[in-house]
């Protein structure tokens, strides 16, 4: 699996969108991009994964770039719940291979 | 059940003593992964199973530490002789197939 970058803190005010970045420059066609979050003393939560397109679900968006060498997880409108780590994770699907965590992103969001 | 179940929750146990923790995966789910995550740590990848295929063990830190799963569902990882620095936080997860992973809220291990 290619690994990420991702900044090791970011701080958010509330209600404002969150942008947290990921490179995966070594990415191959085949890999997906997932994300994470754990929450302080939880298990890590699934949030969204996409493979070239630009993918939106309940909880957050998620902008590939054409290239693929990086991607965007958006949180529209952060709140206070929304602190936690954040885990950009490539994989490749149906092979039945494991996820490989990195040390995240520590999100703060700010009142 | 609705989630990923793991025994017991905290578990405190003295250096050299055997420990076992378990995992009960959402029912159907055919893979099944341990991960630890030390204090203020990332996770840190154990063992995965997938179906009837040989688990991939290739995570394992050392021969102290084993882990199997019983007729595709509930799975066991033990360690022996503990050590202090195997204080952590035992996370298990499952997916069905390759799918997204479902963590349960994990084991912490403290070896004083």
């Known amino acids: 699996d290619a690994k990420t970058t991702q900044p090791p803190s970011m701080d958010c005010a509330e209600g404002r969108a969150a942008n947290l970045p990921c490179n995966h420059s070594?990415?191959?066609?085949?890999?997906?991009v997932y994300w994470y979050r754990q929450i302080h003393s939880q298990g890590p939560q699934y949030i969204i994964h996409?493979?070239?397109n630009n993918e939106t679900n309940e909880m957050a968006s998620l902008i590939i770039t054409e290239d693929r060498k990086s991607s965007t997880l958006i949180l529209p409108h952060a709140t206070l719940r929304d602190t936690a780590v954040y885990y950009c994770?490539?994989?490749?699907?149906?092979?039945?291979?494991?996820?490989?965590f990195g040390t995240g992103t520590s999100l703060t969001v700010i009142p | 059940g609705a989630g990923v179940s793991q025994s017991p929750s905290n578990k405190v146990t003295e250096k050299g003593k055997d420990v076992e923790l378990r995992c009960d995966p959402i029912?159907?789910?055919?893979?099944l992964y341990w991960y630890r995550q030390s204090l203020g740590q990332g996770l840190e990848f154990l063992i995965y199973?997938?179906?009837?295929?040989?688990?991939?063990k290739s995570g394992l830190p050392s021969d102290r530490f084993s882990a199997e799963r019983t007729g595709g569902s509930v799975s066991t990882l033990t360690i022996q002789r503990t050590q202090q620095e195997d204080s952590a936080v035992y996370l298990c997860?499952?997916?069905?197939?390759?799918?997204?992973?479902?963590f349960g809220e994990g084991s912490r291990l403290t070896v004083l």
């Open positions: 070594t990415i191959s066609g085949n890999e997906y």
């Open positions: 199973f997938q179906g009837n295929s040989a688990p991939d």
């Open positions: 994770i490539v994989r490749v699907v149906y092979t039945g291979n494991q996820f490989y």
């Open positions: 996409g493979l070239k």
């Open positions: 997860a499952s997916s069905y197939y390759t799918g997204e992973l479902f």
């Open positions: 029912s159907g789910h055919t893979a």
